[in-house]
């Protein structure tokens, strides 16, 4: 696969809190700590594919597989920080080299500039869109349960669905940013670039001058003071 658009979508555990996790509404705490235990490929609206990991050994292997994938062709998440941040720690933890994805669309950022007052999680975009309603059981796992075949079936399902529906969206969502010349370079040249970005701040840190930021400090607080001298002069008035 080169050059093609491919919607992914992972589901992950997070081994202190016991949970496993879709793509939405994660902190970067929890993409730090998180591992695979499946992830799904989409290449259309009607085919999707499940690959399901049980331990650490096939979680390398599939990382090896994953490598060419994401880095080659255009991908389309919904909440691509997500998936860049997870696949970016483990791959360094487990391959000693990152994965980086080469981000082509990110159906949650585009529903935000679409339509900002909305719930932007990927179920509900597709409910209110396409009266479509499908949902996973989370209660079932927690940090002891063993990730069995028939748990796997119902991940399967359910990530099928995420990866499916983030890639009808996109088809959507493309028509308003090839309309609209400003929401298009502002979408592809500001937002996509500034995931990865992003991830590996979080990831990495960031060195910072604290002499600029002391020099800041005392300006702020000088202009504060003359400010604050003002309004006294204002009320007393």
Not at 23 to 35: D, M
Not at 173 to 193: A, G, T
Request: aromatic residues 14%; negative net charge; contains cysteine.
């Amino acid at each position: 696969m080169k050059n093609e658009f491919l919607s992914f979508d992972i589901e992950t555990r997070v081994p202190y809190k016991g949970l496993i996790h879709s793509n939405e509404e994660v902190s970067a705490i929890e993409s730090t700590h998180a591992s695979l235990i499946g992830f799904s490929i989409a290449s259309s609206t009607e085919e999707s594919n499940y690959y399901p990991i049980y331990n650490i050994n096939q979680e390398k292997e599939y990382l090896k597989y994953l490598k060419p994938i994401l880095e080659n062709n255009k991908i389309i998440c919904h909440n691509a920080k997500y998936e860049y941040s997870v696949l970016l720690n483990r791959s360094i933890e487990l391959l000693g080299e990152p994965i980086k994805i080469n981000i082509g669309f990110d159906t949650m950022i585009a529903h935000y500039l679409i339509e900002p007052e909305l719930n932007h999680s990927l179920k509900d975009i597709a409910r209110r869109r396409y009266s479509v309603k499908w949902g996973f059981d989370f209660s079932k796992l927690g940090s002891d349960t063993k990730i069995t075949i028939e748990l796997q079936e119902e991940l399967a399902s359910y990530c099928n669905q995420d990866a499916k529906y983030a890639y009808k969206l996109y088809l959507d969502f493309k028509k308003y940013f090839e309309e609209d010349n400003y929401l298009y370079n502002y979408f592809y040249q500001v937002e996509l670039p500034c995931i990865p970005i992003i991830c590996e701040m979080e990831m990495y840190g960031m060195k910072i001058n604290t002499n600029y930021l002391e020099d800041i400090k005392r300006s702020c607080q000088y202009e504060q003071r003359i400010l604050q001298k003002e309004i006294e002069e204002i009320i007393s008035f």
